[in-house]
C-alpha cells in the first residue's frame, strides 16, 4: 500500500499511533464545518441524538453541550475511534448524558425509533453500503426526527475537484455523490422535507431529512 492509500484508510478506520494522529486532526480541522452544519437544525435540549462515525468525538461534544437535559450517543466501528471519542468526553459520559459504542452502521445496536436527531460528519461516503445503510439509519430515528449529514468531500465540490486530494479519493473504494445525488439518496430512503444545502467558497455540503 502507497504512503498516500496509507493515510486515507487511517481516514477510513484510524489505528494506532498514526490513527490517533489522524483522530486529534479531524477534531480539529472538522469543527467549523460541523459548526456551520448543525447551525442547519434545531437540536433540543431533551433530545436522544446519534452521530454516525463518531471519530475523536468533537461533534459528540459539541452536541452534549447543548443536549443538557438529554443524551448523545456515539458510535465508531474503529477501537482507537472509540477510545479517543470516551477520551474527549469523558466527564459527560461520566454523568450519564454520552455514550460510546462501537458498532457499525450497518447495523446500528439501537432498536426502533429512539433517536430524534442522527449526524453523520465526513463519514457517509465510507459507508459499506450507502443506501442500506441509509435505511438502517432511517429505522433508529423517531417519526419526525432528524437526519443530518455534514461532509466537505462531494462531487463537484471543492476538495474532490481539480485538487490533488480529489485525485487520491477516486482510487479509494469511497461513494462521492454530487449534491444532486444526495438529495436522490434521502428521497429514495423515504425522507421528506429533503434539504441540500452548499457553502460552495469553502467546498461544504449539509444534507438534512425528515422522517415521515
Given at each position: 500500500m502507497t504512503p498516500k492509500a496509507t493515510l486515507l484508510d487511517q481516514f477510513r478506520k484510524p489505528t494506532g499511533s498514526l490513527g490517533r494522529v489522524v483522530l486529534q486532526q479531524m477534531n480539529s480541522h472538522h469543527s467549523e464545518l460541523t459548526d456551520w452544519g448543525l447551525a442547519h437544525i434545531s437540536v433540543g435540549e431533551h433530545d436522544t441524538v446519534l452521530d454516525i462515525g463518531c471519530g475523536g468525538g468533537r461533534t459528540v461534544s459539541k452536541l452534549a453541550a447543548i443536549?443538557?437535559?438529554?443524551?448523545?450517543?456515539?458510535?465508531?466501528y474503529s477501537n482507537a475511534s472509540v477510545a479517543a471519542s470516551r477520551r474527549t468526553n469523558a466527564k459527560q459520559i461520566d454523568s450519564g448524558r454520552v455514550e460510546i459504542r462501537q458498532g457499525s452502521v450497518s447495523q446500528l445496536p439501537f432498536p426502533d425509533g429512539v433517536f430524534d436527531l442522527v449526524t453523520a460528519v465526513e463519514t457517509h461516503f465510507f459507508w459499506p453500503n450507502l443506501p442500506a445503510d441509509m435505511r438502517e439509519v432511517f429505522r433508529v430515528m423517531k417519526p419526525g426526527g432528524a437526519f443530518v449529514i455534514i461532509a466537505e468531500v462531494y462531487k463537484g465540490g471543492k476538495m474532490t475537484e481539480g485538487s490533488l486530494a480529489g485525485q487520491s479519493f477516486s482510487f479509494t473504494n469511497m461513494t462521492i455523490l454530487s449534491a444532486?445525488?444526495?438529495?436522490?439518496?434521502?428521497?429514495?430512503?423515504?425522507?421528506?422535507?429533503v434539504q441540500i444545502l452548499e457553502e460552495c467558497d469553502k467546498g461544504w455540503l449539509c444534507c438534512i431529512g425528515r422522517k415521515p
Open positions: 443536549v443538557t437535559q438529554g443524551k448523545v450517543c456515539g458510535i465508531d444532486d445525488e444526495h438529495r436522490d439518496l434521502f428521497t429514495k430512503t423515504g425522507f421528506s422535507d
